[in-house]
């Protein structure tokens, strides 16, 4: 049984390209959350979605910065003109069911993100 | 939900069991206590949770106090492995709240 797949591995984008970091949830996981890791920092929630909608967006910054999750594929996080400021190691976690029932996450293991 | 206190880092010796010291004074009476790690250049791994019970699995065990303002993660024999950041976190159920990172605490197994 894979687990939370994420890709690419490690992204090198420069300052004003755009970033897609993608996340394939575990089979039967319908529920996707996206949180960033600065350098020597702690994970920050970002935004949680279920398929087609968001959920909570709350740890989203307000501008570049968009997430997906649709009915069929992996779920898009998608940076546009990305900044030095955005370089972290973006992870993705997903779950059968929500926060609310309190389901244990599964985690990826990230998009490292490297803006220059 | 409420916060939690954890040491910054502690050291264990291979092989010896690790005791990991949560203190989560405010929690209330439907907050569960959740233990994650993450091992460097990795994802969080999910270790154990609990509400008031102690609570065992392959990974870990979990004692929580009877008032339930403390808990202990336990690794039972520790190795080189092992060595991460572990955070504990408290949260209710039946709430779409997320779930919060602090800190954690950095254990370093020796060899």
């Known amino acids: 049984n894979a687990g939370v797949m994420q890709n690419p591995r490690h992204l090198v984008r420069r300052r004003g390209q755009e970033a897609r970091l993608r996340c394939s949830p575990m089979?039967?996981?319908?529920?996707v959350y996206w949180y960033r890791q600065l350098p020597e920092e702690g994970l920050k929630f970002m935004v949680y979605l279920q398929k087609e909608n968001i959920i909570d967006e709350s740890g989203m910054p307000k501008e570049r910065f968009s997430a997906e999750f649709p009915k069929e594929g992996p779920s898009i996080l998608r940076i546009q003109q990305v900044v030095r400021g955005d370089s972290a190691a973006y992870f993705c976690a997903s779950s059968p069911a929500g926060f609310r029932a309190g389901s244990p996450l599964h985690f990826g293991n990230g998009t490292r993100l490297t803006v220059t | 939900d409420a916060k939690t206190t954890q040491p910054t880092s502690m050291d264990c010796a291979e092989g010896r069991a690790a005791n990991l010291p949560c203190n989560h004074s405010t929690i209330s009476g439907n907050e569960y206590v959740y233990w994650y790690r993450q091992i460097h250049s990795q994802g969080p791994q999910y270790i154990i949770h609990?509400?008031?019970n102690n609570e065992t699995n392959e990974m870990a065990s979990l004692i929580i106090t009877e008032d339930r303002k403390s808990s202990t993660l336990i690794l039972p024999h520790a190795t080189l492995r092992d060595t991460a950041v572990y955070y504990c976190?408290?949260?209710?159920?039946?709430?779409?709240?997320?779930?919060?990172f602090g800190k954690g605490t950095r254990l370093h197994i020796l060899p």
């Open positions: 609990g509400l008031k």
């Open positions: 976190i408290v949260r209710v159920m039946n709430r779409d709240d997320k779930i919060i």
């Open positions: 089979k039967g996981h319908s529920h």
